[in-house]
C-alpha cells in the first residue's frame, strides 16, 4: 500500500469509509481510500489500459504493452464499463479462452 499523493508506503490504516479501508499518510498528512487493485495498480495504470481498451486494443494486446495480466483488466473493463460511454457492453467481451485461442493461433503465424 502505497500512497496515491507522495508514493510513500508510510501509511497507516485509518478505520473505514462506505465499507471502504481508509488509510492515512504519515508523511504528506493526507487521507485516503483504499483506491489500488488487489495486485497493486494504480488508478493511472488503471485509467490507462481501459484507455486502450475503449480505443480498441485486445486484452491480450494491453497486457503487452502495460504488463497488467488480461484478466485483471477484464476485471477492471466489467467494473468501469458502465463510465465509459464509448466502451464496448461487457456482453460484447468474449470468453478469454476464446481470447487465448486466438492469441496462440497469431502467435504460431509468426
Ligand atoms: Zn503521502
Known amino acids: ?3 496515491p499523493n507522495c508514493q510513500s508506503d ?6 473505514h469509509r ?3 479501508q481508509n488509510y492515512h499518510c504519515k508523511k504528506c498528512d493526507r ?14 495504470v488503471k485509467e490507462n489500459c481501459l484507455k486502450m481498451y475503449v480505443n480498441g486494443l485486445g486484452f491480450r494486446a494491453i497486457e503487452r504493452v502495460s504488463g497488467v495480466n488480461h484478466n485483471t483488466i477484464i476485471r477492471w473493463v466489467k467494473a468501469t464499463a458502465d463510465k465509459l460511454p464509448n466502451a464496448p457492453s461487457v456482453e460484447e467481451i468474449p470468453e478469454i479462452t476464446e481470447i487465448d485461442e486466438l492469441q496462440t493461433f497469431v502467435g504460431k503465424k509468426k
Open 1 to 3: 500500500m502505497k500512497c
Open 10 to 15: 508510510k501509511v497507516r490504516k485509518n478505520g
Open 18 to 20: 462506505r465499507e471502504k
Open 31 to 44: 487521507q485516503f481510500i483504499d483506491q489500488y487493485t488487489a495486485r497493486g495498480y494504480s488508478i493511472k
